[in-house]
């Protein structure tokens, strides 16, 4: 029944693989995000997908690939994994762009070593 | 450019005091501030938001108020027990180009019995 839900919880991987994190959602929304949130808990976002098609790409690094098959699904696919990108991913839906909170998953702590 | 300044970053208070947690933002056209408290290791969770026509809203302990004019949003939250202690983000919406949300920086609360 979880809302928002995205796996794998947490991800172990070396530098240099390619790693991808699946995110689904059955609140009916339109609108899907990646998030990212570092060590000191900030909270940055990272794309956000409307209807399937991407509205926001916030400078992120081209290794970071999202892909929205339908609108209840945005998966994000990482190439050539770096230590700095060690965080929780979190990914979140919204109903609409304007004015709607976000609901968020559970988050995957990814760790590159 | 687009900003949310949040402080305190780290708040201690005795169970049963009041907690205000204040935020600044840059964009004079955002309409919409959601707060989200996260516990620990778990997801961002909406516990309160206000809309730019309202000046405040509260749901039982906690209250939101927000000051158009100088870009102010406060959190509120009185009678404080020790299951608020967690990390509290504000957020405001941005409406440049595509719309989305920029979350401040979190101020972790304490509560202490």
Redesign the interface.
Not at chain 2, 42 to 46: E, T, V
Not at chain 2, 98 to 103: Q, S
């Given at each position: 029944d979880t809302a928002v839900s995205q796996t794998p919880k947490y991800l172990v991987t070396q530098m240099g693989n390619d790693k991808s994190i699946k995110c689904e959602q059955n609140l009916g929304h339109d609108t899907m995000y990646w998030y990212k949130q570092d060590s000191k808990k900030f909270l940055k976002i990272m794309f956000s997908y409307n209807n399937k098609e991407l509205i926001i790409n916030e400078t992120v690094p081209n290794r970071f690939s999202p892909k929205s098959p339908d609108k209840a699904h945005l998966n994000l696919h990482i190439n050539s994994l770096e230590l700095g990108d060690s965080a929780v991913y979190f990914c979140a839906s919204s109903q609409g762009a304007k004015d709607s909170p976000l609901h968020f998953g559970n988050g995957t702590r990814l760790t590159v070593t | 450019g687009e900003n949310v300044e949040q402080h305190p970053s780290t708040l201690s208070v005795q169970e049963g005091d009041s907690a205000v947690i204040k935020c600044t933002y840059s964009d004079s056209a955002s309409?919409?501030f959601?707060w989200?408290k996260?516990e620990l290791g778990?997801?961002?969770?909406?516990i309160i938001?206000i809309?730019s026509n309202v000046g405040e809203k509260k749901d039982q302990r906690i209250a939101v108020t927000l000051n158009k004019t100088a870009k102010h949003f406060s959190l509120h939250i009185t009678e404080t027990q020790p299951e608020d202690s967690a990390?509290y983000?504000c957020a405001a919406?941005i409406t440049s180009g595509?719309?989305?949300?920029?979350?401040g920086?979190?101020t972790?609360l304490k509560v202490l019995a």
């Open positions: - | 309409n919409y959601p989200y996260q778990k997801r961002p969770q909406l938001d809309r990390v983000f919406s595509t719309y989305k949300y920029i979350f920086t979190g972790r």
